[in-house]
């Protein structure tokens, strides 16, 4: 078993490995590991930025004023409605992707599509206004 320092994103840590090719059998679990050289409490997470033209609105996916808002943080991979289209109740309008997964955005109810304020490929936030329904 070996001790060794790994630094991952500027962060170092002390792992203990065991060399399998040294003919030894492991004696302790791979997730075995000594805690982090600096507190984490330290550590911030990227903050991705919304798009400059979207607005923000309280999470959910309708506001009182048609806005249609993501429900999550991620990417929007797709705007599947245009200006002016009309569109019914459950109608899939968007998709934004987070992790790996998609989520689909559908009407909540039938109007049609007054504003459409993000983009494929735009970085949103939960609570961003995609668009909007009158």
Do not use: C
Not at 111 to 116: D, I, N, S, W
């Amino acid at each position: 078993m070996k001790k060794l320092r790994v630094t991952v994103e500027g962060k170092a840590y002390e792992v203990l490995v065991d060399i399998l090719d040294e003919g030894t059998a492991p004696t302790a679990p791979v997730s075995r590991a000594s805690a982090p050289t600096r507190a984490a409490s330290t550590v911030e997470a990227p903050v991705s930025s919304p798009a400059a033209s979207a607005p923000r609105a309280p999470s959910g996916t309708t506001g009182a004023s048609g806005d249609i808002t993501s429900p999550l943080t991620g990417k929007l991979i797709s705007v599947d409605v245009t200006v002016g289209q009309s569109v019914e109740k459950d109608t899939k309008l968007a998709t934004v992707e987070a992790m790996k997964m998609n989520t689909y955005i559908f009407a909540s109810k039938a109007g049609r599509v007054t504003a459409v304020l993000a983009h494929a490929g735009d970085g949103v936030d939960e609570g961003t206004v995609i668009l909007r329904i009158e």
